[in-house]
């Protein structure tokens, strides 16, 4: 933690732990969302292999172009930090500059996303289809749209950064938001790891791994 | 940084001016302030105990013979879904909720949460969530698919209609609501306690919210999982929970059930909570075991995530399976024994009151004992083959939940009204109300465990003739009656005791922890001072210092005053001011919940809410003078 | 406290729990479906299992509500004297962890055996097959090396392992005979197994305990266990046809009207060679049509009626099987059992010309009552 940040009025550091209240919300929050998540990607895995019909993730999901899309969105995590950064240091140019690159990055992330998702509805691949296509759609939804939040968060701070109202004294603000970004990271690389890296390349025939019993 | 004038916040241009008054319906509907949400929390919660008795007793009607047509099969099954649904989300939750508002803050020396906007954005969630959820009734049907909601039995394609799609929208609302409060008071009580309050020094009600919310705000975004997935399956077509697929129906339990265990918790630690305060107090002597009280709470929520596939026995997982889901649920019986033990020497060598309040909990500790043994038979995957669906699991349930959490509840009422009000329930009619509803709740429910023992299966509209269960349900039915009765009686105590108005003060029970130690009810900004904490039971010691010396019995009874907070300079106390954001989030996401059952429009009106809200919060400063923001 | 006061609390609860006691003492478990008249090893481990944890938590219940109620009554205020500050004691921590604990490893030891012994399924070669697939809101039963089907009535001879394999065609349903064993759950796209076996002959109930929709109450089954023999002579009967009907009476114009009305979706002729594949292609066939259209298709998976004159209960174990009540039936399903999907889809309840008068319901049920096997064997068995 940067030492030459002035405690604002509303600050609270001084309170029971130390830790700034809004900090502990975020971080709090996060762990909510870790079972959000969690729970969207137990159920792809529970259901991996087990659609009847394709489109089939082999088919499907293009390993190269994410790979792209995902280097993107772990960049704008440095951007981040490196925004975080240049606020404390009442470096306001570099500060913004930096908050409007990760906002541009975080955009081509969800640019990638709708040119997949309509990519694969082109393919016939679709919420509807299978199960692959309802376990899929509705995680990287889920996840597109944490992005898109984010996204707009981050323009409002990038606004406030502008009127002179984000400053070096409450930095903390833009760091919420950077421990927020972080995570919707953090998630997709496990997304992009399991989802794609690894499902994709199954190479198991469909529905080869029986349910307990067989059907 | 320089000492130049900061630049005016940008606000979001107001339609209506924002309220300042303290008076009058705007005040309640922009409202801040923990004390009033959680007397709102109280209100509607309390309303919602009637309607799901009166769901109940329309059951118990139908049940009470042998073939009877009182109720339509389909009514009746909407009648068990609602009530079930009602009782668990929309009213011991909220109470729990009223009692977390209300108390926590006061004992842990705090002027208010953490976060008041949040506070109040809950309440409103809450309130309009579970209006949506009832409107199902008035539109089509309520949900008939129990408060569990199995597919396929929920799916649209064996469903049709919007009564379940009423009900997971309902549920995804309420969620958020309670995962909103929980993240409050989590940060408010490991940040916000008064100077030299460690945790060891907390009051165990206010450890108990601590755990309950922990739990929340992991368990409930489970919920929300399953009821997006069954809410897309239902609306989308998706294939979640659809066989035909390839979908499986069990993956539905599993993600209920490891959200449903953990919310029983959620549904006992602060009734656990409110009987570990009331206990020592009409005892005067401490709670016996401390540490071992928090200690187990905390040991029952983390071993709590461990036990859910205990509702699966019948499901086919297997006998390992099993084997390790009857251990982990035999195991939880260890902690809630050491608390029933330890509550137990509370008032073993204690110089017992047994006024209204005190009777409810010791009558908690007797009934969910009961409700704890039936639970180990269940633990026993084999007998539990017998046992489950049938109606000794109704009876196992209704022993930890009402006889549980609503006895603690309503001991916590009797115990934390004066405080609330600044007057007295009156004891004779507490105690009647207490005779009545425990006569009447044992009268209904221990029928229950050997009817279901002699085959009787749940979440039946009917039963046969010469099955040999019709003197039991008769028996049930009349006791669900005489609960009614008993919560007349309460009604008739609060109208008759806001009529007497006997003024209780700040301290009628000679209590021990620090709400007891301002004004009933309390100022707005609750402490003059913000007290220094030096120990557990702090107004305790503060009272009766020499108690500290050793075991002193000779204490005169001081006559320590509550705070006076007559003279009060309040420019010096930093209070947020009202807002109505909250208001506007939560009414903005009832509509797009309704819109996603019926028409896009809604759904981009009441997202159009929740941006305006959300904007309006956000540039919103907490109090207009300053220019600070949250 | 006053004494007065006490005896005012204390004592009306009190014997409101000796009322409540002595009252349930009087209610008895000789329910047809009572899990304490085991006729059969798993149950009757079931019920012992349950009896010794029963027992135990009774000791407990009287050590913990009897230290409640003597504490509560032997240490009310007496005076304004505050009482010894206790604050804990750690042996009795102690004591009360472990003390518990082992109690647990107690319960744990015959449960966990219990498991083993009851969810392992025997040997297959000597045991009966029945595969039991669950409807909204009948049983199925099939006997694969049999060669058998039928509905809502399940036969088994006594002392003989069954393995009943379970499964579910639509919603999850659960297989419960609580007098021969616990419930195992049907589940669409699972395969569950459960082993029972009955000490005795007789007829014993059956009913659906997981909540499948409208009439879940009325999902029932009955389950005739006959001697060795009397197993045997079924199985032949389940292959010999009917006798032959009188042209121009009653019973063949109920065959014809049933020909025209009914077999779409109800077969009653499975006694013939390889009817019983079949029989199962036809039950495929119409759970394919129904899914095509749940609203309005005529055609829905239906309950099996080969012999069904020997039945002992119709609609799913709900009314017994004479001409009043299949009359009844016929007529409107609705007046025995509400939301069937017969009523909700044959075309004689929902087409404006297919309706059936009176006397055409008359002949369609002494039709059924008259599907017997010709060399009839008549067996009595009392009503477990």
């Known amino acids: 933690m940067s030492t030459n940040v002035t405690i604002q009025h509303g600050e609270e550091i001084n309170n029971s732990t130390g830790v700034s209240t809004k900090k502990l919300l975020m971080w709090t929050f996060l762990g909510s969302d870790v079972m959000f998540f969690g729970t969207f990607i137990a159920t792809f895995m529970a259901y991996r292999n087990k659609s009847l019909n394709g489109p089939y993730p082999e088919d499907t999901l293009n390993i190269p172009i994410t790979s792209v899309s995902t280097f993107v969105l772990l960049m704008s995590s440095l951007g981040i930090v490196l925004a975080l950064h240049y606020l404390k240091e009442a470096k306001m140019g570099l500060a913004k500059f930096w908050l409007l690159l990760v906002i541009i990055m975080g955009i081509i992330f969800i640019g990638f996303q709708v040119y997949e998702f309509s990519h694969f509805a082109n393919m016939g691949m679709t919420p509807q289809v299978n199960l692959f296509g309802s376990t899929f759609f509705t995680l990287t939804s889920l996840h597109g749209a944490h992005v898109s939040l984010g996204i707009l968060w981050l323009i409002f701070l990038l606004i406030n950064e502008h009127r002179g109202n984000l400053n070096s004294g409450n930095a903390i603000d833009l760091e919420i938001a950077g421990l927020y970004w972080h995570f919707v990271d953090i998630v997709w690389i496990v997304i992009f790891a399991l989802l794609y890296l690894i499902t994709a390349n199954d190479g198991v025939p469909p529905g080869s791994i029986p349910w307990i019993g067989g059907h | 940084m320089s000492s130049v004038a900061k630049p005016k916040q940008f606000q979001l241009p107001r339609i209506f001016p924002r309220p300042t008054s303290h008076k009058g319906l705007w005040y309640w509907l922009a409202t801040v302030d923990h004390k009033k949400i959680g007397t709102m929390y109280g209100l509607v919660s309390f309303f919602w105990f009637l309607v799901g008795g009166i769901e109940a007793l329309l059951i118990r009607l139908q049940l009470g013979q042998a073939e009877s047509s009182i109720l339509s099969p389909e009514v009746y099954n909407q009648m068990f879904t609602m009530h079930g649904t009602t009782m668990v989300f929309l009213v011991v939750m909220p109470l729990s909720a009223a009692f977390f508002n209300w108390i926590v803050p006061l004992q842990i020396g705090a002027r208010d949460v953490a976060f008041p906007r949040l506070n109040a954005l809950s309440l409103w969630v809450f309130i309009f969530g579970s209006i949506l959820l009832n409107i199902s009734w008035f539109a089509g049907g309520a949900p008939n698919g129990g408060w569990f909601g199995y597919p396929p039995n929920s799916s649209l394609g064996f469903n049709p209609g919007n009564g379940i799609t009423y009900w997971v929208m309902g549920l995804n609302i309420l969620g958020v609501a309670s995962i909103a409060a929980g993240l409050n008071f989590i940060v408010t009580i490991i940040n916000m306690r008064a100077p030299g309050m460690h945790m060891m020094r907390m009051p165990v009600f206010t450890w108990m919210t601590l755990i309950t919310s922990v739990l929340i705000v992991l368990a409930l975004p489970i919920l929300a999982v399953a009821g997006i997935q069954l809410t897309a399956d239902r609306i989308y077509g998706t294939n979640f929970f659809n066989s035909e697929a390839g979908g499986d129906p069990i993956f539905w339990q599993h993600i209920f059930w490891l959200f449903g265990h953990p919310e029983v918790y959620i549904l006992i630690l602060p009734a656990m909570g409110i009987v570990s305060e009331v206990l020592p107090t009409f005892s005067r002597k401490p709670l016996f075991g401390y540490t071992a009280i928090v200690f187990a709470g905390l040991v029952i929520g983390f071993m709590g995530w461990f036990v859910w596939s205990h509702h699966m026995f019948t499901v086919g997982l297997g006998p390992v399976a099993n084997t390790a889901f009857t251990v982990t649920t035999m195991l939880i019986a260890i902690p809630t024994g050491v608390k029933i033990f330890n509550w137990i020497s509370t008032l073993w060598g204690g110089s017992i009151k047994l006024n209204t309040s005190m009777l409810f909990s010791i009558g908690f500790i007797a009934m969910f004992t009961i409700g704890g043994l039936s639970g180990v038979t269940h633990a026993a995957s084999p007998s539990d083959a017998q046992q489950q669906d049938t109606y000794y699991v109704v009876a196992h349930f209704h022993y930890v939940l009402f006889g549980g959490s609503i006895l603690a509840i309503f001991s916590g009422i009797y115990y934390w009204w004066p405080k609330f009000t600044g007057w007295l329930l009156d004891e004779k009619l507490g105690k009647i109300n207490f005779v009545l509803m425990f006569i009447g709740f044992n009268l209904s429910f221990a029928p229950m465990h050997w009817v279901g023992l002699n085959g009787m299966p749940r979440r039946i509209y009917t039963y046969a003739e010469d099955m040999g269960w019709e003197s039991s349900n008769l028996a049930a039915t009349i006791g669900g009656f005489i609960i009614a009765i008993s919560v007349l009686v309460f009604l008739i105590n609060v109208i008759l005791s806001k009529r007497k108005k006997q003024h209780s003060g700040g301290d009628p029970w000679d209590a021990r922890t620090l709400e007891w130690s301002i004004a009933s009810p309390p100022p707005h900004y609750n402490f003059v001072e913000i007290p220094k904490v030096e120990h557990i039971d702090a107004w305790w010691y503060r009272k009766y210092p020499e108690l500290l010396e050793g075991n002193n019995q000779d204490i005169k009874k001081q006559k320590i005053e509550v705070e006076d907070s007559s003279n009060v300079d309040e420019s010096k106390i930093h209070l947020p001011d009202l807002s109505y954001y909250p208001l506007v989030i939560g009414v903005g996401l009832a509509i797009a919940a309704l819109g996603v059952m019926y028409t896009y429009a809604l759904v981009a009106i009441g997202l159009i809410m929740v941006f305006w809200g959300s904007i309006g919060w956000s540039t919103e400063p907490v109090n207009e003078d300053s220019n600070e923001h949250h | ?384």
């Open chain 3, 1 to 384: 406290m006053t004494k007065k006061k006490l005896k005012q609390i204390f004592f009306p609860l009190f014997n409101s729990f000796l009322f409540i006691f002595f009252i349930s003492c009087g209610f008895g478990f000789d329910s047809p479906m009572s899990t304490f008249d085991a006729q059969g090893p798993v149950a009757q481990l079931q019920k012992d299992l349950f009896l010794f944890v029963f027992w135990l938590a009774v000791v407990v219940f009287i050590l913990v509500e009897g230290a409640i109620l003597y504490a509560s009554y032997r240490y009310r205020q007496k005076d304004e004297k505050l009482p010894a500050q206790i604050h804990g004691n750690t042996k009795l921590e102690l004591m009360w962890t472990i003390l518990p604990s082992i109690i647990i490893v107690i319960i744990a030891v015959p449960t966990v055996m219990g498991i083993w012994k009851t969810q392992v399924m025997p040997d297959e070669e000597n045991s009966i097959i029945v595969d039991s697939i669950g409807h909204q809101w009948w049983f199925e039963f099939r006997y694969p090396k049999e060669e058998i089907v039928t509905a809502n009535e399940l036969h088994i001879p006594e002392n003989k392992d069954v393995i009943v394999n379970i499964e579910s065609q639509d919603v999850i349903h659960s297989f419960w005979i609580p007098k021969i064993a616990g419930k195992v759950d049907m589940i669409p796209n699972h395969q569950n197994k459960l082993w029972i076996r009955a000490d005795n002959p007789g007829i014993y109930y059956g009913q659906c305990a997981e909540f499948c929709g409208i009439a879940h109450a009325l999902m029932k089954f009955r389950v005739v266990v006959h001697t060795k023999e009397d197993f045997e002579k079924w199985k032949n009967d389940m292959r010999t046809p009917p006798a032959a009907l009188n042209p121009g009476s009653d019973e063949d114009e109920g065959r014809k009207l049933f020909v025209g009305n009914c077999s779409m979706c109800h077969t009653n002729d499975s006694y013939k060679k390889a009817a019983y594949h079949k029989e199962i292609q036809n039950q495929n066939n119409r759970w394919e049509e129904w899914k095509k259209d749940k609203e309005y298709s005529a055609i829905v998976s239906a309950p099996n009626l080969t012999h069904f004159g020997d039945r002992l209960t119709i609609g799913a174990g709900l009314k017994d099987n004479n001409l009043e009540t299949l009359s009844s039936w016929i007529e409107n399903p609705d007046n025995i059992k509400i939301g069937t999907r017969m009523k909700n889809h044959a075309a004689i309840y929902n087409s404006d010309d297919q309706f059936l008068t009176s006397n055409e319901i008359d002949q369609i049920a002494k039709y059924l009552l008259s599907l017997k096997p010709d060399k009839v064997n008549v067996i009595t068995y009392t009503n477990k």
